[in-house]
């Protein structure tokens, strides 16, 4: 019922921006039901790892330390999209990112169980950054 679909990866220089997409359906997130959407992203030969979360009902945000003061959570209600605002990127940040939901309150725990427990997930988009 509840797909997730990224976009906006590509290729981006060292120290440049990028924005990535999550497309929802099969939900709404007008509703007044607690939801959380993270991204998540894996590099080449490592673990996966949480970049940031945010509460769908009240836009609380949390950050992985890497990406703080330099990436963006946001969403927009009308359109069931959670997006994440890259600048300043690194190569480090190189991998595929994942959009992942849980029909759950958000804590931190999210971003450090590395979207342990989500139920919902996307198939990922690549960002490679070069340097």
């Known amino acids: 019922e509840v797909h997730l679909v990224e976009s906006g990866g590509g290729l981006v220089q060292a120290g440049g921006s990028l924005r990535l997409s999550c497309a929802a359906s099969?939900?709404?997130?007008?509703?007044?039901?607690?939801?959380?959407f993270g991204w998540f992203r894996q590099a080449p030969g490592k673990e996966r790892e949480g970049v940031s979360v945010i509460n769908i009902k009240n836009g609380s945000p949390y950050y992985a330390d890497s990406v703080k003061g330099r990436f963006t959570i946001s969403k927009n209600n009308s359109l069931n999209v959670v997006y994440l605002q890259m600048d300043s990127v690194k190569p480090e940040g190189t991998g595929h990112y994942y959009c992942?939901?849980?029909?759950?309150?958000?804590?931190?725990?999210?971003?450090?169980?590395?979207?342990?427990?989500?139920?919902?997930w996307g198939e990922g988009t690549l960002v490679t950054v070069s340097s």
């Open positions: 099969g939900l709404t997130f007008r509703d007044r039901e607690e939801w959380t």
């Open positions: 992942a939901a849980d029909h759950e309150a958000t804590s931190d725990f999210y971003l450090r169980g590395v979207g342990y427990g989500m139920d919902y």
